[in-house]
């Protein structure tokens, strides 16, 4: 199973404790399971932990960015992809989630966005999923 997680669901991953960290924990105990993902959501990633709210988190549990990125780095399979498709014009970085999940040949995307990612349901047979779901379907 190779699953593309959506910078939002990193995020909640990394900083607490629900569904999202769940699934992040989940899908590292499962050897046949592989996290997938590109340099430009590695940089989208990277850029919101540097963002005052993540930062005010980070505190709050006592960790650094730089360790929460390091060890994402070590889980995850980096590819490069092809190209980018233009599918959702409002937000030019979901488009960069499609194309990791296409360069990944990736069978799920997980994403908390409601207004863009999650409405598509699939792309090119990609199902696009919450957490929650994505933790059913994965039966974690």
Known sequence: MRIVLDTNIVISALLWQG?????????????????????????????VLARP??????????????????????????GVPHAV???????????????AALAARADLIVSGDKQHLLPLGSYQGIAIVDAAEALRRLKL
Request: glycine share 4%; hydrophobic share 45%; aromatic share 6%.
């Open 19 to 47: 569904a999202p960290h769940q699934l992040l924990g989940g899908i590292r105990t499962h050897a046949d399971w592989q996290i997938c993902s590109s340099l430009a959501l590695l940089d989208e990633l990277a850029d």
């Open 53 to 78: 709210f993540a930062a005010r988190r980070l505190a709050q549990i006592g960790l650094q960015a730089r360790d929460l990125l390091s060890d994402y780095v070590e889980c995850t399979e980096w």
């Open 85 to 99: 498709p233009r599918v959702i014009a409002a937000d030019a970085d979901d488009d960069q989630v499609l194309a």
